[in-house]
C-alpha cells in the first residue's frame, strides 16, 4: 500500500477540524475550575481519572486549600484522604502539593503562562500545560494529546501506527498537518466526538460525521 502524502493527510485533517467545529462549535472545559491555579491541579489529578471523578474532589479540596500558598503548606497526607477515590492518589496528592509549592517559590504565587514555565510544575507534562495555557490564558502552542486525542488521531490516520502509544509524538504529527489556527478547538471537540460516537471499545461508525473519511470506519 502507498504510504500516504502529507498534502493528502492535511486536507483530511482539516476537513475532520470543519465537520466538528460545525456539529461542536465551542466547547466549555470539562473540568470545574475559577483560576488558573485551580485549572493546573484539576488537569494534574485528571490523569488516567473521568473529569466527572475530578469535579466531585475538587470542590472540598479547594475549599480546605484555596489557593496555591495554602495547598503548598498542605499535608499531603490531608490531600490524599480528600482525594482518595481518584486513581493513583498518593502520587496525585503529593504533585499537587509539589507543584503549588513550586508556584508559590518559583513564580511568587502566579500560575506560570509559558509552556517552557509550565512544565517545570510538578506533576505537569506537555499536554497539562497545553490544556492551562489554552484554557486558562487562551493561549495555543500546541494541541494536548489525551487517550480520545491520541485514538482518533490514528483511527483517522493522521498519525503513524508507531507512535500510537507516544502521545507527544502523536501531538507533533497533528501540529504538522492542522493549521495553528485550528488548535485551540481540537481537544474539547474530539473529546466530546470521542466520548459520544468514537469510544475505545465500540465506536458507532456507521452514520458517523466522519464516516466517508475515517479510513478506520467499520474496521476498528
Known sequence: MPVESLKVKRERAIEVCRRMEEHYGPVECFLDHTSPFRLVISVLLSAQTTDAQVNKVTPELFSKW???EALAAASVSDVAEVIHSLGFYKSKANHAVACAQAIVSNFGGEVPHTMEELVTL??????TANIVLNVGFGIVE???????????????ALSPKTHAKEPLKTEQDLLKIIPRE???????????FGRETCSAKAPACEGCMLEDICPSAHRV
Open 66 to 68: 484555596p489557593t496555591p
Open 122 to 127: 510538578p506533576g505537569v507534562g506537555r499536554k
Open 182 to 192: 485550528l488548535w485551540g478547538s481540537v481537544n474539547h471537540q474530539w473529546i466530546s
Open 142 to 156: 500546541g494541541i494536548a494529546v489525551d487517550t480520545h486525542v491520541n485514538r482518533i488521531a490514528h483511527r483517522l
